[in-house]
């Protein structure tokens, strides 16, 4: 029989793997084992992504540079396609790089080029890490991008498109340049080997530990079996519940406010936050900006397990300044709760190194 779960317990199940409740993480390293992956993105209106959803987890404890350290010294985080992961993870992953590409577009582009790779292949062996720029373009079949995220050189696809098959690894990066090197340097040599129905099943109980709950046949948080069945009253579908995080729900230590970028992974599963947390969140940064209602980046704000408002602001460089735009209540806010909300955004103005301006 599938466990049966209220609407607060399920979103107290999520709130608690994405590390959100009142316990924060010690560091970034056990942010991204719980998390199991961490997006990147450069998008600054703030903070960076990876930066942001560290800082909205660990609090004052956290600087950018602990997440370059893990990364680029300690080698315990490695970054893969847009995000930072756990060693961890990378067995996991492993098969599936072995496989790919999956499309034949991709698959013949490749074998068209298999000169150009090995070309980057033996730079990188010889001279790396290196930049993309640091390596020739030789490709014997150019592809045109049709969406303009690539330019006539073809290396940066090349690399990325070797990244996907594990043969080259992101090793560092300068500003938003990545370096890159190839896998048998920048990998640890004595990762576990897994089939790949077990990788798969494995992975499958990754997602759901970050994850907490998910919708038993979600595009979005794929867990497939892992877990156990449950229903969440009111909640139409099935659902896999995380055995360990059903089993503390008792033990609630409260929650906390947190601020979150629009790319943490708690806010990814859209369908489930209409479903579970009943809010509806659109990222309005690629809208005309007459057609936004809360601001090109908004950063949803929840209280203990609800997501009550959106803050729009920008770190202003040139003023030095973290400039609130608007507060947008999307649920009610109880005096204290707003206080406490306040006293967030003064926190994330001093983490920044910049006073709050605009916030009334």
């Not at 893990?70 to 490695?78: G, H, K, M």
């Not at 492993?94 to 991709?106: F, G, H, K, N």
């Not at 530990?209 to 919708?215: R, S, T």
């Not at 609130?324 to 206080?339: C, G, N, S």
Request: proline share 7%; glycine share 8%.
């Amino acid at each position: 029989m599938p466990h049966t779960l209220s609407r607060d317990d399920a979103r107290r199940i999520i709130v608690r793997a994405q590390l959100l409740d009142a316990n924060r993480p010690g560091d970034v390293v056990e942010v991204a084992e719980q998390l199991a992956a961490i997006k990147i993105d450069p998008t600054a209106v703030i903070a960076p992504a990876q930066h942001a959803t560290a800082w909205a987890r660990i609090g004052w404890g956290y600087e950018p540079g602990q997440l370059v350290k893990a990364v680029e010294d300690d080698r315990v985080l490695f970054e893969y396609d847009g995000t930072i992961r756990p060693v961890s993870v990378l067995p996991l992953i492993i098969p599936r790089m072995r496989r790919w590409p999956e499309y034949a577009r991709v698959r013949d582009w490749m074998a068209a080029n298999a000169r150009f790779a090995d070309d980057v292949l033996a730079r990188l062996r010889a001279d790396g890490p290196l930049l993309a720029s640091d390596i020739a373009d030789t490709a014997q079949v150019a592809r045109r991008s049709e969406s303009g995220w690539y330019g006539s050189n073809q290396v940066p696809r090349m690399l990325e498109c070797l990244e996907r098959q594990g043969r080259v690894a992101v090793v560092g990066r300068e500003g938003r340049l990545r370096r890159w090197d190839v896998t048998e340097r920048a990998w640890p040599r004595d990762l576990p080997e897994y089939s790949d129905d077990e990788a798969a099943r494995l992975l499958d109980e990754r997602r759901l530990q970050a994850a907490g709950l998910a919708k038993q046949r979600s595009p979005w948080t794929p867990v497939g079996e892992a877990g156990e069945p449950a229903v969440i009253e009111g909640v139409k579908g099935r659902w896999r519940v995380d055995p360990q995080a059903l089993a503390a729900l008792g033990d609630d230590p409260g929650g906390r406010v947190a601020i979150l970028n629009p790319y943490d992974r708690i806010l990814f599963d859209r369908p489930r936050l209409r479903d579970v947390f009943e809010f509806d969140y659109v990222l309005e940064q690629f809208k005309p900006k007459a057609q936004r209602v809360y601001g090109q980046f908004a950063h949803p704000i929840l209280v203990g397990d609800r997501f009550v408002a959106l803050l729009d602001a920008a770190l202003d460089r040139r003023r030095e300044t973290l400039h609130v735009t608007a507060l947008h209540e999307v649920a009610p806010i109880e005096p204290e709760e707003m206080e406490m909300i306040r006293g967030e955004i003064a926190d994330l103005g001093e983490w920044l190194g910049v006073p709050v301006a605009g916030l009334g």
